[in-house]
Nanobody
Framework: QVQLVESGGGLVQAGGSLRLSCAAS????????MGWFRQAPGKEREFVAV????????AYADAVKGRFTISRDNAKNTVYLQMNNLKPEDTAVYYC???????????????WGHGTQVTVSS
């Protein structure tokens, strides 16, 4: 049974930082590209970042480029999202997801976590 468990969300002031983690189990983690997505109230889920199986390739949404960094530790079966200079518009539930290939389309992802709430106050 595949499980993806996010952690690290919380309440932070604008300009602050948070580091999200996503611990994976039940799959060969190093064989999966990992993505982060987010969904704000009343909005559709949107792509945030993706990382290849080895970590050698990353891609970001324009809205977070230069502020967020995705990374992974295959020895720990964990993917991270370092979020710096947070803005109120970053407020959302953040989800990690696993897929065999590197894509931005959320519909292509095989497995999803339950999400962690990030709230940025102004």
């Amino acid at each position: 049974q595949v499980q993806l468990v996010e952690s690290g969300g919380g309440l932070v002031q604008a300009g602050g930082s948070l580091r999200l983690s996503c611990a994976a189990s039940g799959l060969t983690f190093s064989s999966y590209a990992m993505g982060w997505f987010r969904q704000a109230p009343g909005k559709e889920r949107e792509f945030v970042a993706v990382i290849s199986t080895s970590g050698g390739y990353t891609a970001y949404a324009d809205a977070v480029k230069g502020r967020f960094t995705i990374s992974r530790d295959n020895a720990k079966n964990t993917v991270y999202l370092q979020m710096n200079n947070l803005k109120p518009e970053d407020t959302a539930v953040y989800y990690c997801a696993a897929n065999r290939v590197v894509v931005r389309n959320s519909n292509a992802y095989d497995y999803w976590g339950h999400g962690t709430q990030v709230t940025v106050s102004s």
